[in-house]
Nanobody, 126 residues
Framework: QLQLVESGGGSVQPGGSLRLSCAAS????????IGWFRQAPGKEREGVSC????????DYTASVKGRFTISRDNAKNTVYLQMNSLKPEDTAVYYC???????????????????WGQGTQVTVSS
């Protein structure tokens, strides 16, 4: 059974950092592109970052560029989202998602992700 489990969320002060992890079980991430999404209270879910299957291409929504970094370690079957210089507006539930894209060299469209984790809460507050 395909499963994605996020971890690493928590509460942090503005300017702080967190590293989210997305661990896959039941399948290998080698053939999947991975995206990170977030949903704040009262807002629609938005795509935050993505990494292609081969790891050679990444993308970020404008509001996190220069602050967040996505990476993948296929040997550990895990994708990470390093979040620095966090702001209160980054507060949300963060989800990782996967879509099969064997050999893919670019990020799929945000609406193409099929498998989802249950999310981890990130709260940025002083």
């Amino acid at each position: 059974q395909l499963q994605l489990v996020e971890s690493g969320g928590g509460s942090v002060q503005p300017g702080g950092s967190l590293r989210l992890s997305c661990a896959a079980s039941g399948f290998t991430l080698d053939y999947y592109a991975i995206g990170w999404f977030r949903q704040a209270p009262g807002k629609e879910r938005e795509g935050v970052s993505c990494i292609s299957t081969n790891g050679g291409s990444t993308d970020y929504t404008a509001s996190v560029k220069g602050r967040f970094t996505i990476s993948r370690d296929n040997a550990k079957n895990t994708v990470y989202l390093q979040m620095n210089s966090l702001k209160p507006e980054d507060t949300a539930v963060y989800y990782c998602a996967a879509t099969f894209d064997r050999g893919g060299r670019s990020c799929p469209r945000w609406n193409q992700y099929r498998y989802w984790g249950q999310g981890t809460q990130v709260t940025v507050s002083s």
